[in-house]
């Protein structure tokens, strides 16, 4: 229709001197924008579909390819960007609402870099790891209170249920639907491998993955998809997805096209049918609600399974935590405005929520000072990219951490940020056959296993190198905290002192 | 300790010997060989003259082959009978040599029709062995007229590997087409074409009436000038040496899937055999290399007290003249016996896959050769083809057409 | 012995193995310098539709046909990998013919080549297993079934 507003944003630039028309890249492509001329011998490129996943990149066997950033741009102007601009070309085109996935992509602090690890040096010395046990190990559930024992002075040791990871890290709710069947497998597999969990998200458990049922925490979601007794008994603990930090404020939808055949089945609802979350749980809309269904899914599993409240960061977040941390929940996960989806409106995933470590650091205050932070867990999610995150988010009161982001990235994923497609190139978003092939989990589910070793390995030595042996130790232990450039009130908030002092 | 015998020494009986070194390493083998050669490629012989290749090369085994497999070759030696009871092959020296078993593999001769003033020819030659080769290069010089009787393979052959180094070649057959054997009227037109293209002239349904010493008058009344005469008319399995002891000879020696005659401790293989072809229902002589190898060496593994059966005995040929290449397997059956033929054809190529009983029976293909195997294995194996893609193996030979299972076992384990 | 083997379920069809494959017997020491501009020639070729994919090379079989098969002796089987000796070969094709897997073709002489495992060349393993970005194709030992 008319005049294209919009200015293909990549630049696919070959190298006709390397290129010997193999025509790798124009196989690769989903989007199409590689295509061989018979006439002229050579590689064309259509760069209006380009999304930048550098899948062509990769796979080209003579490195002649690059993406890059398209220097064409509009005039100049601070307020009016080229991204707003374009956004605008984009809503007066097609009259709707702009859709993205992944996460957050702007220039918001953040607090992560601005935090600095202690180490010892002279009194307390620093551990060895590579000459002395270091413990990693965590387990995620309600504590007890004192320490009770019998009438013949007996410990009494009956504990809640609990989750036992052998390192503080879990892989986040994805749905089975929002990605395929083989970066889930992948998924359970690695968390089956490494010991420690993965989430199904609000798809369902696909019945070949129940193997997998002692490291998968199972979640019910506002759609109540895939939901019945067998799944909830499947999994190590059962998370209440009350929000996604991505979106927080709205529910979910997997378009009809995308419920096909094994996703129909396994989330229970017929083949293309719009799933829809709500925004809302219908049945929820108070702390007493919240603590029904807490203890409705308790009752359907006798007590045995864990139970996880999840929400957004947002900015009563730390009133909200408390309000869950008296529903009877086990571990409160809490999500960040960073953390990624398969789909969001843009406008809300640009600017609804706040940033995790704000968020943490308030939570566990709160439910200190309530003195009830043994009444739950926490885990924190929405942007945790390496090790050392995961260490300032123990230091900052987090149990453990839920990763996604980093995950699909070990898994393929560049982060083109076109999830919603449905075409992608890395066959992780995506439920096109040909596309789904792309990931062989015995190549998924060992770079996942490599990731996470690899942060078990930096955990050691930076906890060791505070001198501490044991990652429990760490848990919101703020002196090993500090933060740079970071304002009076930032630091007030997030319990630390200012590099220096 | 009896040696075993292998009257012959060409590929069965080299493949004989492997097989029989596959059993028993120890007991000696003897081989008789009329030629003076130790085992070489006989169809290589038109490569030889057209200078493809050399006697080197041409050797099928290397040259410490006897010598490692512990065999006894007596060169120049012809056997001229058996004595089963005292289990003696007796040579035409006369001497006797005694045997445990012997495997029969001695192949066929030239058969060479009554022609009249045939003696009158002097440069006239046979094209069988790498003598006959040599003999015929000799001979051949660039303005040289050659008439050759037989446009079978051999005739064919032979006027290929002579075309560069003959002036003019003429080649006459009995037969309405070339390759009347193994090509139908019009895929043997296309081998013909290539072959005119070429410059090589054809006197089909015309065969020689009288010879002169340069001259041949044909049926037709025509006159063939000519220097060099090359008789590839046909071959004759060598069957005397069993047919004199009574066993059971067709237009070959017959044999039953071991490789037995009806005599026993006499086996046989190759050329001078009738074997069962599995797409004619029926014995008939496959004198083509493959064949020879296979049933040499479950000849020589039987022999050795192994077992080795061979019974999926087809013919086949792949074969090309100038850049043409034509491929066959088995039998084509048309309409009236019960057959079916499905054709795909371009400008250059041209595919018949002929299906009797709903099993592929045979192929001609021309001027396609991608994985034909795949075709000749359906034969082979006999496939049912309700089993099989065969829309799609229509179009391409390609594993594809097979159950996801039948790749799994070709592919994804050892074969 | 270790044999490349086929999982097609991972195969993608992106023939990148025939490249790779071509470039590891091509002598050369770079992609562009070996296949730039050149018809490929490949001993492991890539059949099937966009459905089914899967690479197919020399299955270096126990019993082999084609060696049996070869009227020019120049296939032989050699500690369990079948060999072409270029030098014999008139280009015949018979190997072709009776191959059952179709995974045999002429190099662009009307020469055969075929799968020797790179055990002679460069790669010193099979340069299709190396390239392969989806594990689709593996070099391991398996058992007889």
């Known amino acids: 229709m008319g005049v294209e507003y919009i200015y293909p944003e990549f630049e696919v630039i070959r190298n006709e001197n390397r290129c010997i028309t193999c025509r790798v890249c124009e196989r690769q492509c989903a989007n199409e924008v590689h295509s061989y001329s018979p006439e002229l011998g050579i590689m064309l490129a259509d760069e209006t579909k380009c999304v930048d996943c550098q899948r062509c990149v990769s796979l080209c066997p003579t490195h002649a390819l690059k993406i890059a950033k398209s220097p064409c741009t509009y005039r100049e102007n601070t307020n009016w960007q080229n991204d707003t601009i374009k956004e605008i070309y984009k809503q007066a085109n097609s009259g709707g609402v702009l859709l993205s996935s992944m996460g957050n992509p702007k220039p918001f602090p953040v607090y992560w870099d601005k935090i600095l690890i202690n180490a010892s040096q002279v009194t307390n010395p620093p551990i060895d790891p590579l000459r002395e046990p270091m413990e990693t190990r965590v387990f995620l559930g309600k504590k007890p209170e004192k320490i009770e024992r019998d009438k013949k002075g007996n410990l009494v040791c009956k504990l809640p249920p609990q989750i036992e990871l052998s390192m503080p890290v879990m892989f986040s709710a994805m749905s089975y639907g929002s990605i395929s069947y083989n970066a889930h497998w992948s998924l359970a597999r690695a968390a089956t491998e490494l010991g420690i969990a993965y989430n199904t998200g609000e798809g369902g458990l696909h019945e070949d993955f129940y193997a997998y049922g002692p490291n998968t925490i199972v979640q019910v979601a506002s759609g109540r998809f895939g939901v019945h007794e067998d799944y909830l008994m499947a999994g190590a603990a059962i998370e209440i997805k009350m929000g996604q930090g991505a979106k927080p404020g709205i529910g979910g939808h997997l378009p009809g096209e995308k419920i096909v055949g094994d996703v129909s089945r396994t989330r229970m609802i017929p083949e293309g049918t719009d799933a829809i979350s709500p925004a809302p749980h219908h049945d929820i809309y108070s702390i007493e609600d919240l603590r029904q269904l807490v203890y409705s899914l308790k009752e359907a599993t006798e007590y045995k399974k864990p139970v996880i409240v999840k929400i957004a960061a947002v900015h009563n977040v730390a009133l909200i935590a408390s309000g869950i941390a008296r529903s009877g929940a086990d571990i409160i996960a809490i999500d960040g405005f960073r953390g990624g989806t398969g789909a969001a409106p843009t406008r809300i995933r640009d600017n609804v929520g ?81 596309l789904t092939k792309r990931l062989n989990p015995d190549i998924g589910s060992a770079r996942l296993v490599n990731l996470m070793t690899a942060w078990q390995h930096e955990i050691k030595e930076i906890i060791g190198g505070m001198g501490i042996n044991s990652i429990e130790a760490l848990k919101g232990n703020r002196l090993m905290l500090r933060g740079v450039g970071l304002t009076e009130k930032e630091l007030e908030i997030l319990g630390i002192s200012h590099a220096g002092e | 300790m009896k040696p075993y015998v292998i009257i012959g020494n060409g590929v069965a009986a080299a493949a004989c010997i492997e097989g029989i070194r596959s059993i028993d390493v120890k007991t000696p083998i003897t081989v008789i060989s009329e030629e003076n050669h130790p085992v070489y490629c006989r169809p290589l012989i038109s490569y030889y003259l057209e200078g ?102 051999i005739g064919l052959k032979c006027a290929e590997g002579i075309h560069g180094r003959a002036g003019h070649i003429t080649v006459c057959d009995l037969a309405e087409r070339v390759l009347s054997s193994i090509l139908d009227t019009e895929c043997a037109g296309m081998m013909q074409t290539a072959m005119e293209d070429a410059g090589i002239e054809f006197m089909l349904g015309d065969s020689v009436a009288r010879f002169e010493e340069n001259k041949a008058h044909m049926n037709s009344g025509k006159t063939v000038d000519f220097d060099i005469l090359v008789l590839a008319v046909g071959v004759r399995a060598n069957t005397y040496l069993l047919k004199d002891l009574g066993g059971e000879v067709g237009r070959g020696i017959v044999v039953n899937e071991k490789m037995e005659t009806s005599v026993p401790n006499i086996y046989v293989a190759g050329d001078c055999t009738e074997g069962e072809d599995i797409t004619l229902g029926g014995r008939r002589v496959l004198a083509i290399f493959p064949n020879a190898y296979l049933q040499g060496h479950a000849a020589g593994v039987n022999m050795a007290g192994g077992e080795e059966i061979c019974n999926k005995g087809i013919p086949m040929n792949s074969i090309g003249f100038f850049g043409m290449h034509a491929m066959t397997a088995g039998s084509y059956y048309g309409e009236e016996d019960g057959g079916e033929c499905f054709e795909e054809r371009t400008k250059n190529t041209l595919k018949r896959l002929f299906v009797r009983d709903g099993k592929l029976t045979g192929f001609i293909l021309i001027g396609i050769t991608e994985r034909a195997g795949i075709y000749t294995s359906l034969i082979r194996e006999q496939t049912p083809l309700d089993q099989v893609d065969f829309e799609m193996l229509k179009k391409i030979a390609s594993s594809a057409a097979f159950s996801q299972e039948s790749r799994r076992q070709k592919f994804s384990r050892p074969v | 012995m270790k044999r490349v083997y086929v999982n097609e379920e991972w195969c993608l069809a992106c023939h990148l193995c025939e490249y790779n494959c071509a470039f590891a017997n091509s002598g050369h020491s770079d992609m562009v310098l070996a296949l730039k501009g050149k018809k490929l020639y490949p001993r492991i070729h890539v059949e099937g539709d966009e459905k089914i994919s899967y690479a197919v090379s020399c299955r270096h079989c126990l019993d082999p046909l084609c060696v049996k098969s070869c009227i020019a002796g120049a296939l032989s089987r050699k500690e369990g990998i079948i060999e072409v000796d270029q030098n014999k070969c008139v280009g015949c094709l018979t190997c072709v013919l009776v191959c059952p897997y179709g995974a045999l073709a002429p190099n662009e002489d009307g020469i055969m080549q075929k799968c020797e495992l790179c055990l002679k060349n460069s790669a010193g393993e099979p340069a299709c297993v190396a390239g392969c970005p989806n594990k689709a194709i593996v070099y391991e030992e398996r058992e007889v079934i």
């Open chain 1, 354 to 434: 706040i940033p995790i470590e704000l968020a943490l650091a308030a939570v566990d205050q709160r439910l200190r000072d309530e003195g009830i932070r043994n009444n739950v867990s926490i885990v924190a999610g929405g942007s945790i990219r390496s090790a050392t995150d995961v260490i300032k988010a123990i230091a900052l009161g987090a149990d453990a951490c839920y990763i996604a982001t980093a995950a699909l990235l070990a898994l393929g994923c560049h982060l083109c940020r076109t999830c919603q497609s449905g075409k992608c190139n890395w066959g992780i978003a995506t439920q096109r056959p040909d």
């Open chain 2, 52 to 153: 493809k290749t050399d006697p080197e090369r041409m050797s099928y085994r290397a040259p410490d082959f006897y010598e490692k497999m512990k065999c006894t070759v007596l060169y120049g030696e012809r056997a001229v009978s058996i004595n089963k009871r005292s289990k003696t092959v007796v040579l035409e020296s006369g001497e006797g040599i005694q045997y445990s078993s012997v495997c029969l593999a001695c192949g066929s001769s030239p058969f060479v029709p009554r022609f009249e003033g045939l003696e009158n020819v002097k440069e006239q030659y046979s094209f069988m062995t790498s003598d006959d080769a040599e003999a015929l290069g000799q001979a051949l010089h660039k303005d040289a007229k050659v008439l050759i009787v037989g446009a079978g393979l």
